[in-house]
């Protein structure tokens, strides 16, 4: 069984819990009532930051390591894979985007932990308002998007026996 590289796996996996934490932090970052709620708009944005920041790092390792040769499988499931990964890409860059867009939209300025600033586009452009406003429905359209790709990845193990999910474990002896 080839494996995927350990770089790819390792980007895969910190992606993944930089989404789930994206997502149960999910709320208006900029609406703070209390301390508690502006540590969780804090985790939120951090998170989606890192979620672009590591799909941004994955692509070209993805075209520079290579991936494993897909498992042989009918041609329709094929290309449902395919076009599930190209999709779970898209939105991996896209909702962090729109959630930068709809921050714009709520704030003028952002600070994050550290003091930090984070740039903000101009709130009264076209393409930030639209883009802010779809950064919910996008966001849950990925986590459904995620949540049967991972269902997937269950269905080969469990149901079909093959290498899927084990090509990408993050530890070997856990593939065994």
Known sequence: MKRYPAL????????A??????YAS????????????????QVHVISGLAVFALVAL?????????????LPAP????????????ALYALMLLV???????????????????GIAL??????ASWVEWLGETHETLGNAFIWLAG????????HHNLLRDATLLRMLPLKALAR
């Open 8 to 15: 790819l796996i390792a980007l895969h996996w910190l992606t």
């Open 17 to 22: 819990l930089a989404v789930v934490i994206a």
């Open 26 to 41: 999910s709320g208006n970052p900029a609406e703070s009532h209390d301390l508690f709620d502006a540590l969780i708009g």
């Open 58 to 70: 994955r692509l070209p390792a993805r075209l520079l390591l290579g991936t494993p040769a897909a």
């Open 75 to 86: 041609r329709w499931q094929a290309r449902l894979a395919r076009a599930a990964h190209i």
């Open 96 to 114: 962090p985007l729109a959630g930068w867009a709809a921050l714009a939209d709520e704030t003028a300025t952002f600070t994050l932990a550290g």
């Open 119 to 124: 740039p903000l586009p101009d709130a009264h």
């Open 148 to 155: 049967l790709h991972a269902l997937a990845a269950l269905v």
